[in-house]
Nanobody, 122 residues
Framework: QVQLVESGGGLVQAGGSLRLSCVVS????????MGWFRQAPGKERDFVAS????????NYADSVKGRFTISRDNAKRTMYLLMNSLKPEDTAVYYC???????????????WGQGTQVTVSS
């Protein structure tokens, strides 16, 4: 089994930056596809960004492209989401997700983190 532990959420002003972390433990991780999702109050959980652990291929939602960067550190077994130029509409609970041999989606992920709150003030 895989365990995901998130950290790094908080309150920031519009235009500021924040970095989220997701530490992966448990089974070997090199076959995992991983991603970040977010859910605002009263809305469905949406895709933000994804990355393959093995080859670092990435994908981004149009709403965050050019502002957010997803990455991973093999030695630390940690996935990151660097969020720059934050906007109030980025406010949401952010979730780390992982899936074996595939990229996770909002409805097809094998593992989820507990979520971390990101609040962007105007």
């Amino acid at each position: 089994q895989v365990q995901l532990v998130e950290s790094g959420g908080g309150l920031v002003q519009a235009g500021g930056s924040l970095r989220l972390s997701c530490v992966v433990s448990g089974r070997p991780f090199w076959r995992l596809g991983m991603g970040w999702f977010r859910q605002a109050p009263g809305k469905e959980r949406d895709f933000v960004a994804s990355i393959n652990w093995s080859d670092a291929r990435t994908n981004y939602a149009d709403s965050v492209k050019g502002r957010f960067t997803i990455s991973r550190d093999n030695a630390k077994r940690t996935m990151y989401l660097l969020m720059n130029s934050l906007k109030p509409e980025d406010t949401a609970v952010y979730y780390c997700a992982a899936a074996m041999d595939r990229i996770p989606t909002h409805s097809d992920s094998d593992y989820w983190g507990q979520g971390t709150q990101v609040t962007v003030s105007s």
